[in-house]
């Protein structure tokens, strides 16, 4: 199935404990090249970086790519992305994946998988990922966000919490859980419908979103389906620290990305 679909890339230069990440050297390139690149080998027809840093700008724009610079008072990646969406000109049924722009080991194979989902059908205008829960420290780990999904693949909720809450099994000091179901943790890439998000940026912060600290608790708070792509497994974490920075660089140079 040919759907045609664009990548954005929130790249903010602010960092509590890596200022200026996007631009950190991995293995000879910046990282937001690597994320970039991990954008065009997913096919996406287009690759835009959505900065409200010059330097970011700059660096981007030497190295060939889009980039746009948008205002630095947005709360969220969400509403930089609708910028960018805004000032293209952006189809309103086009489709937009949000790719953040400190994951330089996502598989290309899931930015495309979650535009492909959201093209598939008309229920949702917007979708995101989710992978089975193989160890049971992490349906416990409030840092693991959880979700639980309906018969066709939509989101019924997503939580912090031990989602959905085996009574038989779990007491106040955790256990195994005693159902085949799986526990899914929900991957934070999504895939945008251009209307989805005018509409999402022109709704009020929802008083679910803030007590889970979820911001895609607002969309079923005004009733949206959420449609969620289940993959093999999630993929590897992104760069917040220095610890992970070497990490992520001898993961590329052990696989030539």
Same mark, same amino acid.
């Given at each position: 199935?040919?759907i045609?679909?664009?990548?954005?890339?929130?790249?903010?230069?602010g960092s509590?404990?890596?200022?200026?990440?996007?631009?950190?050297?991995?293995a000879g390139?910046?990282m937001?090249a690597?994320?970039?690149?991990?954008?065009?080998?997913?096919?996406?027809?287009?690759?835009?970086?959505?900065?409200?840093?010059?330097r970011?700008?700059?660096?981007?724009?030497?190295?060939?790519?889009?980039?746009?610079?948008? +205002?630095?008072?947005?709360?969220?990646?969400?509403?930089?992305i609708?910028?960018?969406?805004?000032?293209?000109?952006? +189809? +309103?049924?086009a489709?937009?994946?949000?790719?953040?722009? +400190?994951?330089?080991?996502?598989?290309?194979a899931?930015i495309?998988?979650v535009?492909?989902a959201l093209?598939?059908?008309?229920?949702?205008?917007?979708?995101?990922?989710?992978?089975?829960?193989?160890?049971?420290?992490?349906?416990?780990?409030?840092n693991?966000?959880?979700?639980v999904?309906?018969?066709?693949g939509?989101?019924?909720?997503?939580?912090?919490?031990?989602?959905?809450?085996?009574?038989? /099994?779990?007491?106040?000091?955790?256990?195994?859980p005693?159902? /085949?179901?799986?526990?899914?943790?929900?991957?934070?890439?999504?895939?945008?419908?251009?209307?989805?998000l005018?509409d999402y940026?022109?709704?009020? /912060?929802?008083?679910?979103?803030a007590?889970?600290?979820?911001?895609?608790?607002r969309i079923?708070?005004?009733?949206?389906?959420?449609?969620?792509?289940?993959?093999a497994k999630?993929?590897?974490?992104?760069?917040?620290?220095?610890?992970?920075?070497?990490?992520?660089?001898?993961?590329?140079?052990?696989?030539?990305?």
């Amino acid at each position: 199935m040919d759907i045609p679909f664009k990548v954005v890339i929130p790249a903010r230069y602010g960092s509590t404990r890596l200022p200026g990440k996007p631009l950190l050297d991995i293995a000879g390139k910046a990282m937001i090249a690597h994320v970039c690149q991990r954008a065009i080998e997913a096919e996406a027809d287009e690759v835009v970086v959505a900065t409200d840093d010059q330097r970011i700008f700059d660096q981007v724009t030497a190295l060939g790519l889009k980039v746009v610079m948008t +205002d630095a008072n947005h709360q969220s990646g969400t509403e930089r992305i609708t910028e960018v969406a805004v000032k293209m000109g952006w +189809d +309103d049924d086009a489709i937009v994946v949000n790719l953040q722009g +400190d994951e330089p080991l996502i598989p290309p194979a899931y930015i495309r998988d979650v535009a492909l989902a959201l093209g598939g059908q008309e229920q949702a205008g917007i979708a995101t990922l989710a992978a089975k829960i193989n160890e049971s420290e992490e349906i416990f780990n409030p840092n693991a966000v959880k979700v639980v999904l309906n018969q066709a693949g939509y989101a019924l909720y997503f939580s912090r919490a031990a989602i959905p809450w085996d009574r038989n /099994a779990f007491s106040l000091s955790g256990g195994e859980p005693s159902h /085949a179901m799986p526990y899914l943790r929900h991957i934070g890439m999504y895939a945008y419908r251009v209307k989805f998000l005018k509409d999402y940026c022109s709704w009020q /912060a929802s008083e679910l979103e803030a007590v889970e600290s979820l911001e895609q608790l607002r969309i079923l708070w005004y009733g949206q389906q959420i449609l969620v792509k289940t993959v093999a497994k999630a993929p590897e974490a992104g760069v917040d620290t220095q610890a992970d920075l070497e990490r992520v660089e001898r993961a590329i140079l052990n696989s030539q990305l």
